[in-house]
C-alpha cells in the first residue's frame, strides 16, 4: 500500500468527519433555535392570555365607564344648577339630583371594584409582566390600594386636610396605563402573528413534494 494512497484515504476521511460534523452543528443550531422560537411563542401566549389581554379588557372597560360617568356629572349640571324650582317640587327634584349622583357614583364604584380585580391579575401573574412595565404597574396597585384605604375604609379620617393635599391625589383610573396595556397588546399581538407566519411558511417550504404519474 502506497503512502500517496494512504493519505488520500485519511484526507478522505478527514474530509467526510468534517462534513459530518458541519451538517451536526447545523442541524443542531437549527432545532435549537426553532425550541428557542416555541418557547417565545409559548411565552408570549401566557403573557396575552394570562395578563395584557385581561388588564386590556378591564382597562378598556374602565375608560368607557368613566365617559359615561363623566357624561352622567355633565348632564346633572345641565339639568339641574343654577335653575330655580317651584317650592312645591323642590323635594321631587332633589330626589332626582340624589338619583342622578347615586347612578354616576355606581358606575365609579364599578371600575373600582375593575380596579379591584387588575391588581389579583397583577399579583398572581407578576413573572409574566414586561420590565419596562413594573414601575407603572407597581404605582398603578399603589393608587388602587390608597384607594381603597383611604377611601372605602375612610382610614383617613382625621387626618389634617393639608396633610392629605401633600401626600397628593389618588387616581382610581389612570389614562397612562390604558394606553401602555393597549400599545403592549397590539404588540405582542402582531409580534406572535409574525411568528406564527413564520413557522407555516417555513412548514409549507420543508414539506416534501410528491408526483404523480401519468
Same mark, same amino acid.
Given at each position: ?15 467526510? @468527519?468534517?462534513?459530518? @460534523?458541519?451538517? #451536526?452543528? #447545523? ?20 403573557? @396575552? ?30 339639568? #339641574? ?113 409574525? #411568528? ?19
Amino acid at each position: 500500500m502506497s503512502e500517496g494512497f494512504l493519505d488520500t484515504v485519511v484526507a478522505g476521511s478527514f474530509g467526510g @468527519l468534517v462534513v459530518g @460534523l458541519i451538517i #451536526f452543528f #447545523f442541524q443542531w443550531y437549527k432545532e435549537t433555535r426553532t425550541e428557542s422560537r416555541r418557547r417565545h411563542v409559548g411565552y408570549l401566549q401566557n403573557q @396575552l392570555h394570562d395578563l395584557y389581554g385581561p388588564l386590556h379588557f378591564f382597562l378598556s372597560q374602565n375608560e368607557q365607564l368613566v365617559k359615561h360617568s363623566v357624561e352622567i356629572d355633565r348632564q346633572y349640571k345641565d339639568y #339641574f344648577e343654577g335653575k330655580q324650582w317651584a317650592d312645591e317640587a323642590m323635594k321631587r327634584i332633589e330626589e332626582q339630583a340624589l338619583a342622578t349622583i347615586h347612578l354616576s357614583n355606581r358606575y365609579s364604584e364599578k371600575v373600582t371594584e375593575n380596579n379591584t380585580a387588575m391588581v389579583d391579575i397583577l399579583q398572581t401573574q407578576w413573572y409574566l409582566i414586561d420590565e419596562d412595565d413594573i414601575e407603572l404597574f407597581s404605582s398603578f396597585q399603589t393608587h388602587v390600594i390608597r384607594h381603597h384605604i383611604e377611601f372605602a375604609e375612610n382610614q383617613a379620617k382625621g387626618v389634617p386636610l393639608s396633610i392629605r393635599l401633600k401626600l397628593g391625589n389618588v387616581r382610581f383610573y389612570d389614562p397612562e396605563s390604558a394606553t401602555r396595556v393597549r400599545q403592549k397588546w397590539n404588540a405582542k399581538r402582531d409580534e406572535l402573528r409574525t #411568528f406564527r407566519t413564520g413557522f407555516v411558511g417555513r412548514r409549507m417550504r420543508s414539506r416534501p413534494t410528491t408526483t404523480t404519474e401519468r
